[in-house]
T-cell receptor, first 110, second 114 residues
Framework: KNEVEQSPQNLTAQEGEFITINCSYS?????LHWLQQHPGGGIVSLFM???GKKKHGRLIATINIQEKHSSLHITASHPRDSAVYIC????????????FGTGTRLTIIP | DAGITQSPRHKVTETGTPVTLRCHQT?????MYWYRQDPGHGLRLIHY???????DKGEVSDGYSVSRSKTEDFLLTLESATSSQTSVYFC?????????????FGSGTRLTVV
């Protein structure tokens, strides 16, 4: 059983649609990370959250500590957003050994 | 955006041979990590380091050893490679201070053990 669960595993949408990817975790955490990985590519850190909400361009990440749940939203989705989005949690701020979800594969169709 | 580099990027090796992967950082971050990524498992922690000569095991450390003799270098060694160690290996660095938090991944090393 994974401590970090993501849904959906796969998501296909039309360009311009509003996208939501969910992450639930079962342990107390110091921080939650959202990461992006393009096919065959490296891993890029999008957000680190310990509470509330963060926004960067068309990406918005929220976290509800009480419910142990986070969401990543993409507004006005674009084909270049096609990637695997990975949720990860750290339990020890400062030494962030992360536990990862298995990722959500997002495909945006033009 | 160098900051962290892994070498080699790709390697094919034979079962039973030793293999060393290198992670080099220019950020002077305290923490360094080795993860492996396999289909259906997500990334899993192999070993991590919290300073020069200070290392500890992660979730999937069997068959791997690490060394950190300098802040900037973190080496992962497979003493005798097995086919189950075919994977993509990612190094990462992190630092947490009052003024800065950062978590950065290397570009990955694709290792095939035949």
């Amino acid at each position: 059983k994974n401590e970090v669960e993501q849904s959906p595993q796969n998501l296909t949408a039309q360009e311009g649609e509003f996208i939501t990817i969910n992450c639930s975790y079962s342990v107390g955490i110091s921080a939650l990370h959202w990461l992006q990985q393009h096919p065959g590519g490296g891993i890029v850190s999008l957000f680190m959250l310990s509470s509330g909400k963060k926004k960067h361009g068309r990406l918005i990440a929220t976290i509800n500590i009480q419910e142990k749940h986070s969401s990543l939203h993409i507004t006005a989705s674009h084909p270049r957003d096609s990637a695997v989005y990975i949720c990860a949690v750290g339990v020890d701020f400062g030494n962030e050994k992360l536990t990862f979800g298995t990722g959500t594969r997002l495909t945006i169709i033009p | 955006d160098a900051g962290i580099t892994q070498s080699p990027r790709h390697k094919v090796t034979e079962t039973g041979t030793p293999v060393t992967l290198r992670c080099h950082q220019t950020e002077n971050h305290r923490y360094m990590y080795w993860y492996r990524q396999d289909p259906g498992h997500g990334l899993r922690l192999i070993h991590y380091s919290y300073g020069v000569k200070d290392t500890d095991k992660g979730e999937v450390s069997d068959g791997y050893s690490v060394s950190r003799s300098k802040t900037e270098d973190f080496l992962l060694t497979l003493e005798s490679a097995t086919s189950s160690q075919t994977s993509v290996y990612f190094c990462a660095i992190s630092e947490s201070t009052r003024r800065h938090y950062g978590y950065t991944f290397g570009s990955g090393t694709r290792l095939t053990v035949v």
